[in-house]
């Protein structure tokens, strides 16, 4: 279980990750790879895993889902441009391993949406339930995704609803003198 200095820590970096986001001239392009194509650091069937996945543990509700605000592009351009060859070796393996676990009975790509939610849902459970993430790196997998939802704009403005500059600003106010106050 995370303390909530882990918690907090984690947080921190997401809303930090939003700025630097909207500090970058080319942050579209850094997510342009969408569900199915190939991407920089993903193949196109890991791109199809993680962009279902990632919709099955944040899905479109009455706020944006993962696909909606694409965070298989986003945690593409992660792997491409800030993780270290160790991260991304793990991950690579990660995910071959959330794969086979998921595809037990058959092609988990290929189960309908009912199915699908059941396997991952079963997954989960088994991951927090253990001491360790001894499944794969589920749990990291499953971090990744959440923290790279509300990284994106979307995941930010609409989900948390997070405001460049909370308030009412007015450029002329009058300033008065206070004296006798």
């Given at each position: 279980?995370?303390?909530?200095?882990?918690?907090?820590?984690?947080?921190?970096?997401?809303?930090?990750?939003?700025?630097?986001?909207?500090?970058?001239?080319?942050?579209?392009?850094?997510?342009?790879?969408?569900?199915?194509?190939?991407?920089?650091?993903?193949?196109?069937?890991?791109?199809?895993?993680?962009?279902?996945?990632?919709?099955?543990?944040?899905?479109?509700?009455?706020?944006?889902?993962?696909?909606?605000?694409?965070?298989?592009?986003?945690?593409?351009?992660?792997?491409?441009?800030?993780?270290?060859?160790?991260?991304?070796?793990?991950?690579?393996?990660?995910?071959?391993?959330?794969?086979?676990?998921?595809?037990?009975?058959?092609?988990?790509?290929?189960?309908?949406?009912?199915?699908?939610?059941?396997?991952?849902?079963?997954?989960?459970?088994?991951?927090?339930?253990?001491?360790?993430?001894?499944?794969?790196?589920?749990?990291?997998?499953?971090?990744?995704?959440?923290?790279?939802?509300f990284a994106t704009e979307g995941g930010a403005r609409e989900?948390?609803?997070?405001?460049?500059?909370?308030?009412?600003?007015?450029?002329d106010v009058l300033v008065t003198d206070r004296q006798g106050v």
């Amino acid at each position: 279980m995370k303390t909530r200095r882990e918690f907090l820590r984690e947080l921190i970096i997401s809303v930090g990750g939003v700025s630097a986001l909207s500090a970058c001239g080319d942050a579209p392009a850094f997510v342009a790879t969408m569900a199915g194509e190939p991407g920089r650091f993903y193949t196109a069937e890991e791109m199809e895993l993680v962009s279902r996945l990632s919709e099955l543990i944040i899905p479109h509700t009455e706020t944006p889902g993962a696909l909606d605000v694409n965070v298989s592009g986003y945690m593409d351009g992660l792997m491409t441009d800030w993780a270290s060859e160790e991260t991304r070796t793990a991950h690579r393996q990660a995910l071959a391993e959330i794969e086979r676990r998921l595809s037990a009975d058959g092609s988990f790509l290929a189960l309908d949406e009912v199915a699908a939610e059941q396997v991952l849902a079963d997954l989960d459970r088994s991951a927090f339930a253990e001491a360790a993430d001894e499944l794969g790196g589920y749990r990291s997998f499953k971090g990744y995704v959440t923290r790279s939802y509300f990284a994106t704009e979307g995941g930010a403005r609409e989900e948390q609803q997070w405001v460049a500059v909370p308030g009412r600003w007015d450029p002329d106010v009058l300033v008065t003198d206070r004296q006798g106050v």
